[in-house]
């Protein structure tokens, strides 16, 4: 029976990276996902500097580019009384921002992990992780046709989302746990015109912008997660009734067309998952998962595909006990990268009416410089309590 180095289940925007950069390092990969690409899958779309840098340091940003996503020049941050024009700093150099379709995107980086010598099966599923002595030494994966097919590999890691199977089947422990605190839904529009990427806050909702492929614009309307049976019970006339938050946005859906349904949820928890045990470890959403309001998804799934290839790489090199500290430093340096990002999120999520922050906003808005470093929040490249601390924020109102 072949042995495999690694076995990633799941090759989306975690997987798939992971598996290119072990398959680059010369490690023999195996992944397997039961959806067939191109292949769609709900997601908020877009990539702050943070994100792109990725791309661009794994050589993928130009492809990227190519199949003719526009760029995003712009980010507007909307509080009702006060919106936030700019852009955040760029990260390693790299500036672009898009907003990807997922069908594109995913696709993109399943190439890109089979061109480095990753083997990559489609329309194939997790059934059970296969132990020896207490160590997971392989995965039972069920093909398209109902085969089931046994797998060996040193490491088997989980990148098959939220909910996780492979998590589950280890026993992977959920250790910081909130609730969803919003629910939503979005639709494609053509002919919305945009000048950027658009958030747009209001007490108890959110509404998120997103130009994207084929001249497309995504955009989400979200609630509370209390008003999730309301809205559900007539979704169209919630949508359109959160829309009209934001006038100016309103005014242009007039005249444009929704080209897709709507697609919602309300099940967008917080989350940190133990991410790794003895032969397993969990990436992506299998991992941490936050609430989509922030647009920083894919930038945490390249992250943690990152971390944990460089953590492989080391652990692999040695004994099993080698092994199991690399991925032991994997979780932890990717939760003090990711930490401030979730709290960050969970005050934003909460939807607060943001009147009490405008005269904060004002201030901002009137420097180019604190325009960048409040940008620089919203993008994830600095910390949240960096910018609103009571030193900061007495400065700014002086």
Not at 24 to 34: E, T
Not at 152 to 165: E, H, I, L, N, Y
Not at 301 to 308: E, I, S, T
């Amino acid at each position: 029976m072949v042995r495999h180095d690694v076995l990633v289940i799941g090759t989306r925007c975690a997987g798939a990276p992971l598996a290119m950069l072990l398959a680059r390092k010369g490690y023999k990969v195996l992944g397997a996902d039961r959806a067939q690409f191109p292949s769609d899958t709900i997601s908020t779309h877009f990539m702050w500097p943070r994100t792109t840098s990725s791309l661009e340091r794994w050589g993928l940003l130009d492809r990227l580019a190519a199949t003719g996503c526009p760029a995003v020049n712009q980010v507007i941050a909307d509080y009702g009384a006060i919106a936030l024009r700019g852009r955040p700093s760029p990260v390693d150099g790299t500036a672009a921002m898009y907003s990807p379709r997922r069908t594109v995107l995913d696709h993109l980086l399943v190439e890109a992990a089979r061109e480095a010598g990753a083997e990559i099966r489609e329309a194939t599923t997790f059934r059970e992780l296969i132990w020896a002595d207490g160590r997971v030494v392989g995965a039972c994966l069920q093909d398209a046709d109902g085969g089931l097919i046994e797998e060996r590999a040193t490491v088997v890691v989980g990148a098959d989302g939220m909910w996780s199977p492979l998590g589950r089947a280890a026993g992977a422990a959920t250790d910081v746990a909130h609730p969803s605190l919003t629910c939503g839904y979005y639709a494609y529009w053509d002919g919305v015109p945009t000048e950027g990427v658009e958030f747009y806050v209001r007490r108890g909702s959110d509404i998120l912008v997103f130009p994207t492929h084929d001249g497309l614009t995504c955009i989400w309307a979200g609630r509370s997660r209390d008003d999730w049976d309301a809205y559900r019970k007539d979704v169209e006339r919630t949508y359109h009734g959160i829309i009209g938050l934001a006038p100016w946005l309103a005014e242009r859906l007039r005249y444009s067309r929704q080209v897709s349904s709507f697609k919602g949820t309300s099940k967008l928890l917080n989350f940190y998952r133990r991410s790794f045990g003895k032969g397993w470890a969990l990436v992506g959403d299998a991992a941490y998962h936050r609430d989509p309001l922030p647009g920083m998804g894919i930038g945490d799934a390249f992250l943690g595909a990152q971390l944990l290839a460089d953590a492989l790489a080391d652990g692999l090199a040695g004994d099993a006990e080698r092994l199991d500290g690399a991925l032991a430093g994997y979780q932890s340096a990717f939760r003090d990268r990711t930490m401030p990002i979730f709290e960050y999120t969970l005050k934003a999520a909460s939807l607060k009416d943001p009147a009490s922050a405008v005269p904060i906003y004002r201030k901002v808005a009137q420097s180019d410089e604190e325009t960048t470093r409040f940008m620089d929040v919203l993008a994830g490249n600095i910390p949240f309590k960096e910018f609103f601390n009571p030193a900061s924020i007495a400065r700014l109102l002086v």
